[in-house]
């Protein structure tokens, strides 16, 4: 039996086969064992099994139930007797009571030792059919679905369908439950319900009366005597929602159209779309025809990717939705748009004259039978359709504007239009342009002398400058051939620095400063100028020396004649005084090479000369000799970081500049470092490093302006610092050092004495008192210094003995004063005791 099975009835059956003295009629009660489970091959009278008696023999009363589950008289013929038993078996089954057994008894307790009733028991082997019989019926619960939820859902009215997929052996009774919220499985959270009675396969429920476009949820419920059953989820539909209420376009640009829309209503909880497709030859009828727009739940939408200048159809369904289902309506609205034509481009004002300028452009795109606007101003770009002037209105890409003004500028702008919308280009192209400047009239070249000609015109109308170009071949062509003879904004002109008797050919144009374009054509005229004094140009002086020089100059003029040709020089600042011939000559450069000069000198000098018509001066020109390089220039090396350097200086010179490098020697002035650069004849070059050879190169050089350095072969000099041996210091407030076979002395870092000595013993004294420093070898005074007059100083230093003496030191004393000559005398005859 299920475990989740209804026990409806049971029944005992026992076949009657026999008995002792007819019980017709006798009545057998059956009653629940209700103490002990008994062992069928040990059950007596007394013992339920052979280890556990019964609680009263026979049974009765004690271990069995009190009231009868049934009582049944006996038949008159042999046959089944049955006996309900549904309370026990249910017991049983419930786990209610403990499955003992049955008990059978005559009712009349009389007759329980006299009457005896005979049944087929279990281990009859005759008619198997007769052997006993416990008939049990029983059902479950039974099963409920949603059979797959509503059909024929429209606007307000729906089909509930269910199904019962199992009867549990029993029709149950179905109910279904719908609303707008989920009740979920408590009856008592649903709005609306109805009882379908007993049923066992499908059923329905058809509901009217719904809300447009709102969602609703419903579910079955069965039940029968084993239990009940939900539909294993709860259904939902959404009603068809209505049409929208309206659509109508708003506005557009070149490839979208903006709409505005009422929206249809919706249930409360309901989100309401608007779906909308498009086509452009006539109005979508389904939800599959044209083109998908959008489906959208702004109030205010565009369309975007369009195409320009296209007339659009647009039919607009309504969509609602919840909870993830929606539905479409079935009807729909209508409306249609325009997009405005595409903006022309590349717009271009180009071929200028004095009174027309051509142009071309791209037309916008659209449907085919656009046309270009084109509208100007002079002041700035016209600012829509209808501002400025208009120029052209066709289907074209190209025009000419013309009754222009000269030298003026104009600014076009185009828009498309589109005749059957009625819509302009939302954008536009623009170019703007110059007419030219009107040409000069009246050019007149004339009044000429032998350096100049005067020139007077009428200037071109829009034109604020002329330009003239000049030529001695032929009328210049063009604004840049030949040579500027005048560009400004007068009439008239003095062309000066002529060449003498020559033909001037001249050609003038109008200027527009503010376009950059001159005239078309070219105003000319031709005058010849009179002879006239040669012009005469002072070049820079070359190959100067220590007592030479180059002197150049140019006739660049000859004035008509070849004239002579001069040149002079002098001193700076004083008269000139040379001056020398070099014969006649025509355009062309002369010069004249001068000795005998003196070094580190300046002077100058200019380039003349004379025809029949006078005197050419050219400028005058300055140069300087070159100073001779030092001589003497040597390098010695006081100590580890010092160099004394000596040198003479160089004849001419002004300064001396001294470059040192390290390593090598410096190859040029820009090659190591300056140290010098004065007017001396001797530097010491301090801060060196120890145990280094120092090179270096000396130059001469001059004052300024006009500056000369000494040529080759420069001055070099070099030394190695060397790094003296300590016999005794404290940093350097004192030292008593050697270098080779030289003994110094040192206070506070300076050199005070210093003498010569051998490698054989010594003794040594180094003294100072304020004032004077002396030096004694062996008893004997060696040198004496009283040019320095310092305290010694004091500092943190090291007392170093020794350090880095290759030699060997004895009897090291050290005094707080100046020993005198005796006393040092003393110790120099005396072993050293005690200390010091």
Request: include cysteine; aromatic fraction near 14%.
């Amino acid at each position: 039996i299920p475990s989740n099975a209804y026990i409806q009835s049971a029944t005992l059956k026992l076949w009657y086969y026999d008995y002792i003295r007819d019980q017709a009629g006798e009545k057998v009660v059956c009653r629940r064992i209700t103490s002990y489970n008994f062992f069928e091959d040990e059950v007596t009278w007394n013992k339920a099994r052979s280890d556990q008696n019964w609680d009263s023999p026979g049974l009765y009363p004690d271990d069995v139930t009190s009231n009868t589950l049934d009582t049944t008289p006996i038949p008159s013929s042999f046959d089944w007797v049955s006996w309900d038993v549904t309370d026990a078996v249910r017991g049983w089954k419930n786990n209610t009571y403990n499955n003992y057994g049955l008990y059978l008894a005559f009712d009349n307790e009389s007759h329980w030792l006299s009457h005896a009733t005979y049944f087929y028991s279990c281990d009859y082997i005759g008619n198997t059919s007769k052997i006993p019989k416990l008939e049990v019926t029983y059902c479950t619960p039974p099963t409920v679905t949603n059979d797959g939820g509503a059909t024929n859902v429209e606007e307000t009215t729906a089909t509930l369908r269910g199904e019962v997929t199992d009867t549990g052996q029993e029709a149950p009774t179905v109910t279904i439950y719908w609303g707008t919220t989920d009740g979920g499985t408590t009856p008592d959270n649903w709005a609306n319900s109805e009882d379908k009675g007993a049923q066992s396969s499908t059923f329905s429920k058809g509901l009217t009366g719904l809300t447009r476009g709102d969602l609703y949820y419903y579910r079955c419920y069965a039940t029968n005597p084993a239990g009940d059953d939900w539909a294993d989820s709860t259904e939902k539909f959404f009603t068809k929602p209505e049409d929208p209420d309206s659509i109508s376009v708003t506005g557009s640009t070149t490839t979208s159209i903006s709409f505005s829309i009422n929206k249809a209503d919706m249930g409360p909880g309901a989100t309401s779309y608007t779906y909308v497709r498009y086509s452009t030859t006539g109005y979508p009828t389904t939800r599959t025809s044209g083109t998908f727009a959008f489906n959208t739940t702004s109030t205010t939408p565009t369309e975007t990717g369009l195409n320009p200048g296209t007339k659009y159809y647009f039919s607009a369904w309504a969509w609602g939705e919840e909870g993830g289902i929606g539905q479409y309506s079935d009807t729909y609205i209508t409306t249609y748009g325009y997009t405005k034509p595409g903006d022309p481009s590349n717009l271009n004002a180009y071929n200028p004259t004095a009174t027309t300028i051509d142009l071309s452009w791209t037309k916008g795109s659209g449907s085919g039978n656009e046309q270009t606007v084109i509208r100007y101003r002079t002041d700035t770009y016209p600012s829509s359709p209808t501002d400025g002037t208009e120029l052209y209105n066709d289907t074209g890409s190209t025009t000419t504007a013309s009754g222009l003004t000269p030298g003026q500028i104009y600014y076009f702008r185009a828009w498309t239009y589109d005749p059957d919308s009625g819509y302009f280009s939302s954008g536009y192209s623009s170019d703007s342009e110059y007419t030219l400047p009107a040409d000069i009239t009246n050019f007149d070249a004339k009044e000429p002398t032998s350096t100049s000609i005067n020139m007077s015109w009428t200037k071109g109308s829009g034109g604020d400058k002329t330009v003239i170009r000049r030529s001695t071949s032929g009328y210049p062509t063009s604004p840049t051939d030949g040579t500027e003879a005048y560009n400004d904004t007068g009439t008239w002109h003095n062309d000066t620095g002529l060449s003498s008797n020559t033909d001037y050919y001249y050609s003038a144009w109008a200027y527009d400063s503010d376009s950059g374009y001159f005239s078309a054509n070219p105003a000319q005229d031709t005058e010849t100028t009179l002879t006239g004094v040669p012009s005469v140009t002072t070049n820079t002086s070359t190959n100067v020396e220590e007592t030479s020089a180059t002197l150049n100059a140019y006739i660049s003029n000859t004035g008509g004649e070849n004239p002579y040709r001069y040149i002079e020089w002098g001193l700076y600042g004083q008269t000139f005084t040379h001056n020398e011939s070099l014969g006649i000559g025509g355009v062309g450069t002369y010069y004249k090479d001068i000795t005998g000069l003196s070094k580190g000198t300046r002077y100058h000098f200019r380039g003349l000369a004379n025809n029949s018509q006078g005197w050419g001066y050219g400028s005058n020109l300055t140069f300087r000799t070159k100073p001779d390089p030092p001589s003497g220039f040597s390098a010695t090396a006081i100590n580890k970081t010092k160099i004394n350097l000596s040198w003479n200086k160089g004849d001419g010179a002004w300064h001396t500049v001294i470059i040192r490098k390290a390593g090598s020697p410096p190859s040029s002035r820009s090659d190591g470092t300056e140290i010098y650069n004065d007017t001396g004849t001797s530097y010491s070059d301090t801060g060196l490093n120890g145990f280094t050879t120092y090179y270096y190169r000396a130059w001469s050089i001059t004052d300024t302006p006009d500056r000369q350095f000494s040529d080759p072969p420069d001055a070099t000099a070099s030394a190695t610092t060397w790094s003296p041996k300590t016999i005794l210091a404290k940093g350097d407030a004192y030292q008593l050092v050697i270098n080779g076979t030289t003994l110094y002395g040192y206070i506070n870092g300076v050199l005070l004495v210093n003498t010569t000595i051998d490698t054989n013993w010594h003794h040594v004294t180094f003294t100072y008192n304020g004032s004077t420093a002396k030096l004694y070898l062996d008893g004997d005074l060696k040198d004496t210094n009283t040019s320095y007059s310092q305290t010694i100083k004091t500092n943190d230093e090291n007392l170093l003995i020794g350090k880095d003496l290759q030699g060997t030191l004895d009897e090291v004393r050290l005094w707080n004063r100046a020993l005198t000559w005796e006393e040092i005398n003393a110790s120099y005859n005396a072993n050293a005791t005690g200390s010091y």
